[in-house]
T-cell receptor, first 114, second 110 residues
Framework: SAVISQKPSRDICQRGTSLTIQCQVD?????MFWYRQQPGQSLTLIAT?????????ESGFVIDKFPISRPNLTFSTLTVSNMSPEDSSIYLC???????????FGPGTRLTVL | EDQVTQSPEALRLQEGESSSLNCSYT??????LFWYRQDPGKGPEFLFT???AGEEKEKERLKATLTKKESFLHITAPKPEDSATYLC???????????FGKGTMLLVSP
């Protein structure tokens, strides 16, 4: 496997503000995914972060709300924009490590919006 | 649409009491079935990947099996440290994303 780090680990934010979450991987990454996990729920895929191009979003998620960057193979950011209390959740990055198709997960960012 | 159903939703065992968790799935073409363990407040930890019916994998007290319609995670003589939520996910052969079940919350009492 690999070391996957996320920053921040947790944050409390005010309604209407934005937060950028960083994900860094210390190994060769083929694909990078971002998930949301709401309290007591399973994981929901937000988008696939493509290196050097626009992310691919799942139904119900849009770029204006969740802009994603992936400037290189091992680093990606997810921004949660114009936050509301409904955005309170755990956000997880999930890289696929070369040469497998197994998705590993970062430790998560716990976001609370007041 | 791919679907994953896990049962039971919650399971309480005594230490040493073996049991199985079920993951039923519907997918147009299975590329792989994945099991993860998740502790409270942490990201999921990868356990196993199964690719074809009849395949089995083991790790310590855990053994995962796969048929064409479901997968089982067998827990033999569990210990309290096995307490966690166990997640099952499938990957469709047509793309690289995972569809997750809602998980089984396992509590093992000493």
């Amino acid at each position: 496997s690999a070391v996957i780090s996320q920053k921040p680990s947790r944050d409390i934010c005010q309604r209407g503000t934005s937060l950028t979450i960083q994900c860094q991987v210390d190994s060769q990454v083929t694909m990078m995914f971002w998930y949301r996990q709401q309290p007591g729920q399973s994981l929901t895929l937000i988008a696939t972060a493509n290196q050097g191009s626009e992310a691919t979003y799942e139904s119900g998620f849009v770029i204006d709300k969740f802009p994603i960057s992936r400037p290189n193979l091992t680093f990606s950011t997810l921004t949660v924009s114009n936050m509301s209390p409904e955005d309170s959740s755990i956000y997880l990055c999930s890289p696929t490590l070369y040469p497998t198709d197994t998705q590993y997960f970062g430790p998560g960012t716990r976001l609370t919006v007041l | 649409e791919d679907q994953v159903t896990q049962s039971p939703e919650a399971l309480r065992l005594q230490e040493g009491e073996s049991s199985s968790l079920n993951c039923s799935y519907t997918v147009s073409g299975l590329r792989g079935l994945f099991w993860y363990r998740q502790d409270p407040g942490k990201g999921p930890e990868f356990l196993f990947t199964l690719y074809s019916a009849g395949e089995e994998k083991e790790k310590e007290r855990l053994k995962a099996t796969l048929t064409k319609k479901e997968s089982f995670l067998h827990i033999t003589a569990p210990k309290p440290e096995d307490s966690a939520t166990y997640l099952c996910a499938v990957m469709n052969s047509g793309y690289s994303t995972l569809t997750f079940g809602k998980g089984t919350m396992l509590l093992v009492s000493p």
